[in-house]
């Protein structure tokens, strides 16, 4: 049995990150594709030459020939450009969707057989571009979003309540942005609601609501900080959990976007709902009960998808 292979479609920040942790984990052969010529290459042949120091046997090479993500078995896409401070996700749809275009048309040619992650922003959008683009199966082709935002939420529940990120489950649905749902209902350490937590007085409900908030604007926070760019290490870490449990079948359910046909009264539309990822891709779309506020903010989530969705048909017929 070979090895796997990842196709890493934009070898940027994100990119460089993905292929960095991919080799550290010995998840099979990378292939760095960048539409910049020496750079893809440079970042292999720096990561082929860490091998040796890590002790990690991964084929690394550096490209700007689509041919070369032939056979690809997961393919991740960062492909496009990031956020500068003052910018929404949504400032990024135009220059994006040109990107998506010349990715899916190149992963229809060389990898149909991929399970592919999108990355780039606005998610949401992106991935039902992508998708059409591609024309892949909807099951093999999601978006990486809710991974990373349950995860800056969990970072902050753990932080305020003084307890191991490892205990701390958080569960953020919708989409992408500002409207995202983190769900405290559903929220837990070992298992213990957050609503509870707050009844046993281990924090109140005005400092999870500002927890909830910072959730919210989590990236912007960092767009900020950085000053230039947008975060990498956590979006990255975030892709390659998906990935493992395609790759390894482990069936993980993950807050993902993903392709609805009617759950949560939704359809045609990739937008983030827990999911199982196994060996199918997208195995199962879990449909969770919201209450009333979490179900208005998620359709306002939705709705704010949709919006985006028609801008793309507008600017790229062949999606209408
Ligand atoms: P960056 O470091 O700029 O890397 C993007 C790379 O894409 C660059 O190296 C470009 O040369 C390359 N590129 C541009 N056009 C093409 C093309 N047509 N084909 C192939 N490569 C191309 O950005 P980054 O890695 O920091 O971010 C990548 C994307 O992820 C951006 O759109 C971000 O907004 C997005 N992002 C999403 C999240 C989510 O949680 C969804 C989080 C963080 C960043």
Redesign the pocket.
Same mark, same amino acid.
């Given at each position: 049995m070979g090895r796997k292979k990842i196709a890493l479609?934009? *070898?940027?920040?994100?990119?460089?990150?993905l292929a960095h942790l991919a080799a550290m984990k010995e998840m099979g052969d990378i292939v760095l594709?960048?539409? *910049?010529e020496g750079?893809?290459k440079g970042k292999a042949l720096d990561l082929a030459q860490a091998g040796p120091v890590e002790g990690y046997d991964a084929g690394l090479k550096g490209t700007?020939d689509y041919a070369d993500i032939a056979g690809a078995d997961v393919v991740i896409v960062? *492909? =496009?450009?990031? !956020?500068k401070p003052g910018m929404s !996700?949504d400032d990024?749809l135009g220059i994006?969707l040109?990107?998506m275009k %010349?990715?899916g048309e190149?992963i229809k040619a060389n990898a149909p057989d991929a399970f592919v992650i999108?990355?780039?922003?606005?998610?949401d959008a992106?991935v039902w571009a992508l998708r059409e683009f591609s024309g892949l199966p909807h099951n093999k082709v999601v =978006?990486?979003?809710g991974v990373?935002?349950s995860a800056r939420f969990r970072h902050f529940l753990a932080e305020e309540f003084n307890v191991s990120v490892e205990d701390v489950t958080a569960f953020v649905l919708g989409g992408?942005g500002d409207t995202m749902v983190p769900v405290i209902e559903y929220s837990t350490v070992a298992g213990i609601p957050v609503p509870d937590l707050i009844k046993m007085g281990w924090s109140t409900q005005e400092r999870i609501d500002a927890i909830v908030a910072r959730t919210r604007s989590g =990236?912007g926070e960092i767009v900020q900080l950085l000053g230039n760019?947008? %975060?990498?290490y956590?979006?990255a870490t975030?892709a390659i959990a998906m990935a493992e449990s395609y790759l390894k079948d482990k069936k993980r359910l993950l807050p993902c *976007?993903a392709h609805l046909t009617g759950q949560y009264g939704v359809d045609d539309l990739y937008v983030g709902v827990p999911v199982v990822i196994g060996a199918n891709g997208v195995e199962r779309v879990v449909e969770i009960a919201l209450n009333e506020g979490a179900k208005a903010n998620f359709d306002k989530s939705v709705h704010a998808v949709q919006e985006l969705l028609v801008a793309c048909k507008g600017l790229e017929p062949s999606l209408a």
């Open positions: 479609v934009g *070898a940027g920040m994100i990119g460089g990150t594709f960048d539409i *910049a750079m893809p700007s960062t *492909a =496009g450009v990031p !956020r !996700r990024l994006n040109k990107v %010349a990715v190149g999108c990355i780039t922003n606005p998610l992106m =978006g990486m979003a990373l935002d992408h =990236g760019g947008s %975060a990498y956590a979006p975030s *976007a």
